[in-house]
C-alpha cells in the first residue's frame, strides 16, 4: 500500500533542477499544479521551450547554472524544502563528454553542498540510472537495490551517476536530518522522449551484436514522470529501481517495431548504425554497446512495497507505444515477420 502524503510529507517550497529536460520541466508543471505546494522554482542554464514553459504555469523559471555558487543563494532565499535534482545527463542524444561529466559530477557536488549547508533543505531526490549496475555476462537475472555492478561502469553516464550516488549518500551521512531518495530509472522510452535507445530502434536496418540475445526492460515516459512525482511528494529514504514488469528481448522489440535487425560483429555496429540514421542522435557508445549485448534487468519489488508506485505500462506495452505513437512507419509488420518465420521452419522441415 502507498504511503499517504499529508500536511506532514508534501512540500512547501521545492526547487527542481533540469527544468528544461522532459522529466525536469514536465515535474514542474505537474507540482505547479498542485495547490498543496506554496512555491515552485524550475532551474536550469537553459531556458526552456515555450510550451513547456506554459505549462510550468505559476513556476518562477531561474536561469543558473548549478556549478556556481548561485544554487546555494537561491535555496537559502527562498528557504527551499525539498529539492529534486533532475539535472543528471543520462538520456539526452547527446554524446558523453568531458563537458557533460563536468556538469553531472561538480553540479551534483554543488547541490549536495548547497542542501547540506542549508537548515530549511529536508529532502533531496536524486534521478540517477540503471546504468550504474553496468551489463556484462555475469549479471543476475535480476538486479535489485542492493547489488553492485558485476563490471562496475569505468566511464560514461554509469560513472558519472555512481560519483554522484556517492555524494547524495555523503550527504545523508553528514545530515541525517535529510531524506535522501535515489531513483535508478530503467531505459525510458516513450513518443515525446528523445533518446539514443529510441533512435536506435527508429533506424531502418537496426544492427545486432552477433551471437548475443539481450534481455531488456523499457520504462514508459510517462511513468518516469509520474514516479518522480510520487517520489517528490513524499516517499521514504532510500534507493529505488525504477522500472517496469516483463522483459523482451531485442530481437523481439526490433521485430514489433518492424525494422531489420542485421547481426553483424560488435565493432560494426556503431559504424552501420550512422549509415541509416544521423549518427549523433543514434551512435552508440561504450556502455550502451554492453546494453545491447548483455541486457539488464531491475527487479522492482521495493517501488511496489515501500514507494506504492505502480507503473501503467509493462514493457511490451512500452514498446509497442512507443511504435504506435513515435516511431516511423514500419518497413516489415510483425505480420509479415511471422509469416516469413513460418515459411523457414516449414522449408527446413520440408529438407529434413
Not at 13 to 28: D, K, Q, R
Not at 276 to 295: K, P
Request: net charge positive.
Amino acid at each position: 500500500m502507498a504511503p499517504d502524503t499529508d500536511e506532514k510529507t508534501t512540500p512547501r517550497v521545492v526547487l527542481v533542477t533540469g527544468a528544461s529536460t522532459f522529466l525536469g520541466g514536465n515535474l514542474v508543471a505537474r507540482l505547479a499544479a498542485n495547490p498543496d505546494i506554496e512555491k515552485v522554482l524550475a532551474v536550469d542554464s537553459r531556458v526552456p521551450g515555450k510550451a513547456l514553459l506554459r505549462r510550468m504555469g505559476r513556476a518562477e523559471f531561474l536561469r543558473l547554472d548549478i556549478r556556481r555558487p548561485a544554487i546555494a543563494k537561491t535555496i537559502a532565499a527562498h528557504e527551499v524544502d525539498t529539492v529534486v535534482h533532475a539535472a543528471t545527463s543520462v538520456m539526452d542524444l547527446a554524446a558523453h563528454s568531458a563537458a557533460i561529466k563536468e556538469f553531472n559530477v561538480v553540479g551534483a557536488m554543488q547541490v549536495c553542498a548547497a542542501c547540506q549547508r542549508s537548515p530549511s533543505v529536508k529532502r533531496l531526490v536524486l534521478r540517477s540510472t540503471a546504468m550504474v549496475y553496468g551489463s556484462s555476462s555475469k549479471d543476475p537475472a535480476y538486479f535489485s537495490e542492493g547489488d553492485r555492478a558485476v563490471r562496475e561502469p569505468r566511464n560514461g553516464y554509469g560513472r558519472d551517476l555512481l560519483d554522484v550516488e556517492g555524494y547524495a549518500r555523503g550527504l545523508a551521512r553528514r545530515r541525517p536530518d535529510i531524506d535522501v531518495t535515489i531513483a535508478r530509472y530503467q531505459a525510458i522510452l516513450g513518443p515525446r522522449m528523445q533518446t539514443r535507445m529510441g533512435a536506435y530502434l527508429s533506424t531502418p536496418v537496426v544492427p545486432t551484436v552477433l551471437g548475443y540475445q539481450p534481455r531488456l526492460q523499457f520504462l514508459h515516459e510517462e511513468d518516469a514522470l509520474a514516479s518522480l512525482e510520487r517520489i517528490t511528494l513524499g516517499a521514504p529514504a532510500g534507493t529505488y529501481n525504477i522500472a517496469a514488469d516483463g522483459v523482451i528481448t531485442l530481437t523481439q522489440a526490433i521485430r514489433r517495431a518492424g525494422r531489420i535487425e542485421l547481426p553483424v560483429p560488435s565493432g560494426l555496429v556503431t559504424p552501420i548504425v550512422g549509415v541509416f540514421a544521423d549518427v549523433r542522435s543514434a551512435r552508440l557508445r561504450s556502455s550502451q554497446m554492453d546494453w545491447v549485448t548483455y541486457g539488464r534487468v531491475l527487479d522492482n519489488t521495493r517501488m511496489r512495497t515501500e514507494l506504492g508506485f505502480e507503473p501503467r505500462f509493462t514493457t511490451s506495452e512500452t514498446v509497442d507505444d512507443f511504435i504506435e505513437r513515435g516511431a516511423s512507419d514500419m518497413l516489415i509488420s510483425p505480420q509479415r515477420w511471422h509469416d516469413l518465420e513460418q515459411r523457414v521452419v516449414s522449408a527446413a522441415h520440408q529438407l529434413l
